[in-house]
């Protein structure tokens, strides 16, 4: 994925789905981004973007009363064990606010993210404590004119100060933003993304050192409903395809099917596929994992989940 630093979650994917992507969000790559931006790992994760996230607000989040939790318990269906939890908090307007997790369900969290909002419901600030032992290492802040992001400061080493200026251009279906890494007030890296008139990605390019030249390009495509089914990824810009990867979708009873095929060196020959059966609501009800695209099932895992108000 991208090398530049991305906000921790694809936020987007949190707000537009609400309750059903508390889970669908957590469980599937093709939500759009693990490392959030195109792409996702070879196997089903429970994380689906590289987290990241910004100083003083301007605004406060909404009121803590009447707040929505959802937890999620991931299980490996042969052993009957639960392998990891997690927990993901709302707000009264759905909105992510908080999501803690267990990678080893030992009963300790092992990871916690917060968002804040300002009061026109954008997202202004994003930390994480990757150890969760209550100091923010990472943080992202976001501001805006209008509706419009126009820049984020970041500190991503793990010290007070910020390391990191982003700016946002938008112009129709093409947004873009540029990376000021030293805060010297020059471009380091430059990434310009590409939507067609319904906000799917159509195209990323990422340029490394701003010389003007792509480093990496990534082109998806999607079906009439707006589903992603194909992405192709070219990581050094060689006019070569490095990855690919297809989705399909069926039914299967009172379960709907999402299948991710990937060629992890484009050699036109599948090496991973997983399996997710959805429920109706959009949460993920189990997934299977073929970890050599050899017809079994290596890995078999159940997501149980519960949202309850607070």
């Keep these: 994925m991208s090398l530049l630093a991305r906000p921790f979650f694809n936020h987007f994917v949190w ?10 969000a957590l469980t599937t790559g093709a939500c ?8 996702g790992d070879d196997a089903p994760g429970v ?8 100083t003083e607000l301007p605004g406060s989040i909404a009121s803590p009363l009447e707040r929505h939790r959802c937890e999620l318990a991931v299980v490996n269906a042969r052993s009957g064990s639960v392998v990891e939890r997690h927990t993901t908090i709302f707000d009264q307007k759905w909105r992510l606010i908080r999501s803690e997790s267990d990678r080893n369900a030992d009963g300790v969290v092992d990871r916690i993210e917060e968002y804040e909002y300002d009061p026109a419901d ?5 930390t994480l404590d990757v150890d969760a032992d209550g100091a923010v290492e990472d943080w992202w802040q976001h501001f ?15 010290d007070p100060e910020p390391d990191l200026r982003r700016t946002y251009a938008y112009a129709g279906t093409t947004d873009s933003f540029e990376d000021d890494w030293d805060l010297d007030g020059s471009v380091d890296a430059r990434v310009v993304e590409r939507h ?3 906000g799917n990605l159509l195209s990323w390019e990422e340029d490394v050192d701003a010389d003007g030249a792509a480093d990496s390009r990534v082109v998806q495509r999607h079906d009439e409903l707006d589903r992603i089914v194909r992405q192709d990824a070219d990581w050094n810009a060689d006019e070569i395809i490095d990855r690919v990867e297809t989705w399909d979708y069926a039914e299967a009873g009172d379960l709907s ?11 036109g020959g599948i090496d991973v596929v997983t399996v997710h059966y959805v429920r109706s609501d959009g949460s993920i009800a189990r997934s299977e994992l073929d970890r050599d695209a050899d017809g079994v099932v ?5 997501y149980e989940m519960s949202c309850f108000d607070e």
């Design 15 to 24: 707000t537009s789905a609400r309750k059903a992507c508390c889970v669908a």
């Design 32 to 39: 759009g981004g693990g490392d959030l931006g195109p792409g």
């Design 47 to 54: 994380e689906t973007t590289d987290p990241t996230p910004g």
């Design 122 to 126: 954008h997202l202004i600030r994003e």
């Design 144 to 158: 805006f004119e209008g509706d419009s992001r126009r820049y984020s400061d970041a500190d991503l080493d793990d």
């Design 196 to 198: 067609d008139s319904n």
């Design 257 to 267: 099917t999402t299948t991710w095929r990937v060629d992890v060196d484009g050699d």
């Design 298 to 302: 290596d890995l078999l895992t159940e």
